[in-house]
């Protein structure tokens, strides 16, 4: 009797841990941790004092939201994902989860995020988070098969969670929620670039189009690539003139630019796939650089 209520622990136990990883991979935990941390920074701020209530809320309204976005992108791109090698064994085109239940745990999140944020701090923040789930899951991810556009419009939800945490800590779009807006959206197409290009034979079978070349991966593109990079440098010294930030930030900034431009060049220079791989992990270092200078700059 000991051994099967063992055998029943242990089988609910397994059937319960395969689920969570489900769902994890369906809210995407690591992309969904770095829009917290950007809307983290963006209340961190502007808040006249650091709640740690209030920064636990966002936290959860944010992954919340964050992670029926993705879900309600896997839901609308499961033929497509069962086509990608990096995707295939997601839970919708492995089979491991059906459409009812993924939209069920897509909108159960989508209301308890949107609740959430709208509840306990104001209804501009829950009205941005829910512009930006719109956009992202039923924009942006149709586009993606369309037209190189999508990236344009991606980036507008890529680039609202740092706005999206400064109105929850002042309640209003002010002028440095703007500029973290702006910094973050003028990120985001070298950032995306990098990616389809590194991904671009397996985004080729799933007739996704994000390079903005016809010609994919080629001069043109790194063009592009190099164009939106280098614009970080002239917008960071340009809004430390106008005093948005002070010293400590516009080095961060700085440093930051300078890391993602360098291999941006290279790319340029020698379009290659291993270039293109540089210049995504370089973007994956600009944003908490840059942020994190900006939020010692404000203590100091």
């Given at each position: ?72 992108n896997q839901i609308f791109e499961k033929d497509v994902d069962a086509l990608m090698e990096r995707t295939k064994d997601r839970p919708l085109p492995a089979g491991r989860m059906t459409l009812v239940e ?29 512009i930006s789930l719109i956009i992202y899951s039923f924009i942006y991810t149709p586009l993606k098969r369309v037209h190189p556009i999508a990236v344009f419009v991606g980036a507008i939800p890529g680039a ?141």
């Amino acid at each position: 009797m000991n051994n099967g209520n063992r055998d029943i622990s242990i089988s609910f136990k397994h059937v319960l841990s395969a689920k969570l990883s489900d769902v994890a991979q369906l809210y995407k935990v690591r992309l969904g941790s770095l829009v917290v941390f950007s809307s983290v920074i963006g209340y961190m701020l502007l808040a006249p004092a650091w709640d740690m209530l209030s920064i636990f809320m966002l936290s959860i309204g944010g992954f919340l939201v964050t992670g029926a976005s993705n879900t309600f992108n896997q839901i609308f791109e499961k033929d497509v994902d069962a086509l990608m090698e990096r995707t295939k064994d997601r839970p919708l085109p492995a089979g491991r989860m059906t459409l009812v239940e993924s939209s069920l745990w897509a909108g159960i999140a989508a209301v308890i995020g949107l609740v959430i944020l709208t509840v306990f701090f104001n209804v501009a923040t829950g009205l941005l988070s829910a512009i930006s789930l719109i956009i992202y899951s039923f924009i942006y991810t149709p586009l993606k098969r369309v037209h190189p556009i999508a990236v344009f419009v991606g980036a507008i939800p890529g680039a609202l969670p740092p706005m999206i945490g400064a109105v929850a800590a002042t309640g209003f779009v002010g002028d440095m929620a703007l500029n973290l807006f702006a910094l973050q959206f003028v990120w985001q197409f070298p950032h995306f670039w990098a990616i389809a290009w590194y991904a671009y034979d397996d985004y080729q079978k799933a007739g996704i189009m994000l390079l903005p070349s016809k010609g994919g991966k080629n001069k043109n593109s790194a063009l592009n690539i190099l164009i939106y990079t280098a614009t970080l440098l002239p917008m960071t010294i340009v809004l430390y003139l106008l005093g948005y930030y002070q010293l400590i930030a516009l080095i961060a900034l700085v440093v930051a630019a300078v890391i993602f431009l360098l291999p941006a060049i290279k790319l340029y220079r020698e379009t290659s796939d291993v270039n293109a791989r540089k210049v995504m992990f370089a973007s994956f270092m600009y944003l908490p650089v840059a942020l994190i200078g900006l939020l010692i700059d404000s203590i100091f």
